[in-house]
C-alpha cells in the first residue's frame, strides 16, 4: 500500500479515537479538559486500562504475517480506550494541562506507535522470508518492537514534523511515560534496547543473517545494513486494516 494510503488509514483511526469529546467538561479559567465523573467508562466503551496494559500489544494492533501480502491492523475501538485512559491520567489524575487542542496530537501519538511497532513485525517476516535461518522470538522481537516505537516516536518529536512533535515540553514527557508501560512479558523488555548502540546490537543479533561474521570481519557493518532497511521499506508491501 502507498504512503498516501496509509495516511488516510492512520487518520481515520484519530478520528475514530477522538468520538465523544462532546463529554468532556472544560476548566472555564485554565482551558484545561477534564473528564467528569462517569465519562471515563462510555469513552473506553468499559475496557479497563489494566487489561491493556497486561495483555499483549495486539489489543491495539497486530501485524498478519506473509502468505499473500503482510497486514497491519489496527484496533480502532481498543486505540480509543488507551487514549481516552491516557487522556484520563495525565489530565485527571497528574492534573496537567492538556487543553482541547491537544487532545488530536495524543491520538496522533497513540497511533503512530502503534503503527510502528507493528511495521517492525512487518519487517522481521520480511528478514525471515529472505533469511530462513533467521528464527521467531516472541519476548525479543516485542521488545525490540516497543523500542523500534519509541525511537520512532522521539524522531518525530524531534523535527517537528507531527502533532505531537509541536506538543507542549510539559505534557509530551509524561505522556511518552504512560503511553510506553508495559508490563507484559517481552513488552516490558524494551528499555534493554532503548538507545541506538543496544538497539543496532540487539537487531543484529536477533536476525543473525548468514555469514553475517563474515561480512563484519571484512568490515561490512551488518547492522547498519539492517537498519538501513528498517527505515526504508514503510512505503510499500504491506497492507492496512483498521477495524
Known amino acids: 500500500m502507498r504512503k498516501g494510503m496509509c495516511m488516510d488509514l492512520l487518520k481515520s483511526a484519530v478520528q475514530k479515537m477522538l468520538e465523544g469529546q462532546e463529554l468532556l467538561e472544560v476548566d472555564p479559567d485554565t482551558g484545561m479538559v477534564i473528564i467528569p465523573n462517569g465519562a471515563l467508562g462510555p469513552?473506553?466503551?468499559?475496557?479497563?486500562?489494566?487489561?491493556i496494559l497486561n495483555t499483549e500489544e495486539d489489543l491495539l494492533g497486530f501485524y498478519?504475517?506473509?502468505?499473500?501480502?503482510?497486514?497491519i491492523t489496527l484496533c480502532s475501538q481498543n486505540l480509543r480506550a488507551f487514549f481516552w485512559h491516557l487522556v484520563f491520567q495525565l489530565s485527571n489524575n497528574r492534573r496537567l494541562p492538556i487543553m482541547k487542542a491537544d487532545l488530536a496530537s495524543v491520538a496522533d501519538l497513540v497511533v503512530s506507535k502503534t503503527y510502528h511497532h507493528e511495521y517492525f513485525h512487518f519487517f522481521c517476516d520480511i528478514q525471515r522470508k529472505l533469511f530462513p535461518g533467521s528464527e521467531y522470538d516472541f519476548q525479543i522481537e516485542e521488545a525490540l518492537a516497543v523500542a523500534h516505537s519509541y525511537a520512532c516516536i522521539s524522531r518525530g518529536r524531534d523535527n517537528k514534523s507531527t502533532k505531537f512533535g509541536r506538543m507542549g515540553n510539559v505534557i509530551y514527557p509524561a505522556l511518552m511515560v504512560e503511553a510506553f508501560k508495559y508490563n507484559s512479558a517481552g513488552y516490558r523488555d524494551w528499555i534493554l534496547y532503548s538507545d541506538d548502540i543496544r538497539f543496532d546490537a540487539g537487531l543484529y543479533n536477533y536476525i543473525s543473517p548468514p555469514n553475517s561474521g563474515l561480512l563484519q570481519s571484512n568490515g561490512i557493518n551488518v547492522s547498519v545494513l539492517l537498519r538501513a532497511q528498517l527505515d526504508k521499506i514503510y512505503s510499500f508491501g504491506v497492507l492496512h486494516s483498521l477495524i
Open 43 to 51: 469513552l473506553t466503551d468499559g475496557i479497563p486500562l489494566e487489561r
Open 64 to 71: 498478519t504475517p506473509m502468505a499473500s501480502p503482510g497486514t
